[in-house]
């Protein structure tokens, strides 16, 4: 995905769903385009949920440094081991609820039957 998309969906969605690298890394690493769009993103009060393309992995920030980076900007969440698919649901349901990034934060990481462990 090229970065420029991002800021094209900021009148339309309240949050972004990305599937990265391995366990958490952008193309371009932390200088990349695509890392100062995430970063403008979640300035703006918006969230960018990080999720992976492994299947049985699971996120985890924390491994690369790029990952660090991005865990650090206000608004960033890890899946950690949901699908994709389950990290959209959830986030989806979180947003439903009303209230700011502070709610939708602490609701979509709180544990539901075992989706985060």
């Not at 980076?69 to 949901?82: N, S, T, Y």
Request: hydrophobic share 50%; proline share 4%; with cysteine.
């Amino acid at each position: 995905m090229r970065a420029d998309i991002i800021p094209l969906l900021a009148d339309h969605c309240k949050a972004l769903i990305l599937e990265s690298f391995g366990v958490g890394g952008l193309p371009g690493g932390d200088d990349g385009a695509l890392f100062a769009a995430v970063r403008d993103w979640c300035a703006a009060g918006r969230l960018a949920v990080f999720t992976t393309q492994v299947a049985h992995e699971g996120s985890d920030l924390a491994v690369y440094e790029v990952g660090r980076a991005a865990k650090a900007l206000p608004g960033v969440l890890e899946a950690r081991d949901m699908t994709p698919e389950a990290a959209a649901v959830k986030l989806m349901w979180a947003l439903g609820q009303g209230g700011g990034r502070e709610q939708v934060s602490r609701l979509f990481l709180t544990p539901v039957q075992f989706d985060i462990s």
